[in-house]
């Protein structure tokens, strides 16, 4: 069974980073998979963050590329998530999850998510 | 971007009651559409992908159709561990945006 776990600091300052990873068990990041993250702000929707595929490609929402940057570690099997001069519009619960491919991509499974809240 | 619309944004229904949701899309988006359930404090849980393949284990009485624009979730007959919030994704594009969710209540 695939599993993902989220984690990182809970608490961000304005204009600081916010810096999470997500831990994969059950299955290889190096494997023909994109790898997820989206972001919930509390009581309001779902937000795609961005996507990054084993070989290191990435895709992020325009609305946050100047912010974003995603990674991998093989040697951990896990994927991480950055995003620099937060306020607190970015506080929200934040999901990794895994897409896979077949023709269309699905988020198959997810983490529990992390919530971060962006406070002084 | 591809912007997703949802309606209705909250319905409430009965126990028994047939449910539909709709997705319409800004552009044309062929089938890649997927439905996700969310329960309070949980992730959201794939239900059907490619607009209505309906993922293992999901019961039979959700069901996806429609294609282009203007796309449905069904559930045919509510159960008490349907109330949720649901949301459709679009995957044609980057990024691949959500709706805004429907929220199921109790009658």
Redesign the interface.
């Known amino acids: 069974q695939v599993q993902l776990q989220e984690s990182g600091p809970g608490l961000v300052k304005p204009s600081g980073t916010l810096s999470l990873t997500c831990a994969v068990s059950g299955a290889s990041i190096s494997s023909n998979y994109w790898w997820t993250w989206?972001r919930q702000p509390p009581g309001k929707?779902?937000?795609?963050i961005?996507?990054i595929y084993h070989s290191g490609d990435t895709?992020?929402?325009?609305?946050l590329r100047s912010r974003v940057t995603m990674s991998l570690d093989n040697s951990k099997n896990q994927f991480s998530l950055k995003l620099t001069s937060v306020t607190a519009a970015d506080t929200a619960v934040y999901?990794c999850?895994r897409d896979y491919f077949s023709?269309?991509?699905?988020?198959?499974f997810?983490?529990?998510?992390t919530l971060v809240t962006v406070s002084s | 971007d591809i912007q997703m619309t949802q309606s209705p944004s909250s319905l409430s229904a009965s126990v028994g009651d047939r449910v539909t949701i709709t997705c319409r899309a800004s552009q044309s988006i062929s089938s890649y559409l997927n439905w996700y359930q969310q329960k309070p404090g949980k992730a959201p849980k794939l239900l059907i992908s490619a607009a209505s393949n309906l993922q293992s284990g999901v019961p039979s009485r959700f069901s996806g159709s429609g294609s282009g624009t203007d796309l449905t979730l069904t559930i045919s007959s509510l159960q008490p561990e349907d109330f949720a919030t649901y949301y459709c994704q679009q995957t044609y594009a980057t990024p691949r945006t959500f709706g805004q969710g429907t929220r199921v209540l109790i009658k």
């Open positions: 989206v929707g779902l937000e795609w961005g996507e895709h992020y929402n325009p609305s999901y999850a023709g269309s991509h699905e988020l198959d997810w983490g529990q998510g």
